[in-house]
């Protein structure tokens, strides 16, 4: 029977540097996780040159059931950080789009690199293992494991979210917190397309491919989000950056608001171009929208698509304005946990320590990353937190056994 100082369960971001962090600080430590390929998870993330934090993180950019919990971990271990580490690995990396830093070369990079920290933390591994029952027996975490049984002090969870079943994804996390009596917010989809009735998208699925840049708004007071991103039609319904960030937002029921012209007035344009203006209705939008999407969106306002500007009474005009700058839509659901990059929702944070990621009322028992009930905005957000709440996790176990 092999005793551990730590066990982490979960070979991901959070796990493998939660596991690197302890193992350095010189205890004992095991990483298990039972899928057969490391990390698959940051293999996959943008498009293969992971998209490994955000220049701007900071809590605004998560939601929480406890808003203010990330706090601590977040100032505590910033992007800046998770540079310096990339830069003693000689890791080449660039800015794409607001804040976002991506590997030059592959997401193979953040994983080598973690690999070699765990290495010269002398970790041990455990994979492919399956975890089949966790016991408590004192101070001791007794974990039956394909294999054999490992005795540790401390059990770290970082199993991550149900999101992308099919590289391996589990509710083991949720079930273990269960097990000890700690509540779980209920996980579902996030920063995952929407999806409209067959009815009501009909008008418009022959838009899929289109994209333009929106701005997305929906929920009230303080559960309101308000993108501006691109947007991208597909054939059941809508995706792109604007929707996967709104879908963390949206609740099952509720409205979601676009504005298709984010940086005008539709109704003074639309004006001003018949006072000024002959040309026809399709041309005059296709000016300002993609021409398919003009094309569509005039049938969709029942306007003869051959009109004059000019010819147009202005209430029609104001109606199609107030369409294009406000344009409603009820989604029926989303593309789900298939098409999901994060899990929102997941352990409660108000049973844990902010400042270590403990489980108040179980001494040794930590959960980071995606398990938890901590969500990040799309562009890096997510990864940043896995490193935060790694490294705020193994700070306390290391100050502990110091």
């Known amino acids: ?69 990330c706090r601590s971990a977040l100032a505590r271990y910033t992007p800046q950080d998770f540079l310096d580490l990339l830069q003693r690995h000689r890791i080449r990396w660039h800015e ?156 099952p029921g509720e409205l979601i608001e676009l504005d298709l012209l984010p940086a005008a007035s539709a109704e003074s344009m639309l004006l001003e171009s018949k006072a000024a203006s002959r040309k026809h209705l399709s041309n005059l939008l296709a000016q300002w929208l993609p021409a398919r999407l003009a094309d569509v969106w005039i049938r969709h306002q029942r306007l003869p698509a051959q009109s004059r500007i000019n010819e147009l009474p202005d209430k029609a005009l104001r109606r199609m304005a107030a369409a294009l700058n406000h344009w409603t839509l009820r989604p029926c659901g989303s593309e789900g946990w298939r098409k999901a990059e994060v899990t929102r929702g997941g352990v409660d944070t108000r049973v844990l320590s902010s400042a270590s990621m403990q489980a108040n009322a179980v001494r040794g028992l930590y959960f980071i990353g995606e398990v938890v009930d901590v969500t990040g905005w799309l562009g890096g957000y997510n990864f940043q937190w896995a490193w935060a709440s790694a490294v705020a996790a193994a700070t306390a176990i290391a100050a502990e056994n110091g």
């Open 1 to 69: 029977m092999d005793k551990f100082d730590v066990a982490v369960v979960g070979a991901g971001a959070a796990g493998m540097m939660c596991a690197a962090r302890v193992g350095q600080a010189g205890l004992r430590v095991v990483i298990i996780d039972h899928a057969e390929k490391l990390a698959e998870k940051i293999r996959i993330s943008g498009g293969g040159r992971c998209n490994f934090t955000n220049l701007h993180a900071g809590p605004a950019n998560f939601l929480s059931e406890n808003p203010h919990f």
């Open 96 to 251: 794409k789009h607001k804040g976002q830093l991506f590997c030059d070369e592959s997401s193979e990079d953040i994983i080598a690199m973690l690999r070699r920290e765990c290495d010269a933390g002398r970790v041990h591994w455990r994979m492919p293992c399956r975890v089949n029952e966790v016991a408590r027996s004192g101070d001791t975490f007794r974990i039956a494991a394909d294999g054999g049984e490992l005795l540790a002090r401390h059990l770290v969870v970082a199993t991550g979210g149900l999101s992308i079943p099919k590289i391996g994804a589990t509710d083991w996390g949720y079930r273990l917190a269960r097990q000890f009596g700690l509540p779980v917010v209920e996980p579902r989809p996030a920063l995952v397309p929407l999806t409209f009735d067959a009815a009501t998208w009909e008008p418009f699925a022959e838009l899929a491919g289109v994209s333009l840049e929106v701005r997305v708004e929906t929920g009230a007071a303080r559960s309101r989000g308000s993108f501006v991103e691109d947007l991208l039609f597909t054939h059941r319904g809508l995706s792109g950056p604007a929707i996967l960030q709104i879908s963390s937002y949206w609740q």
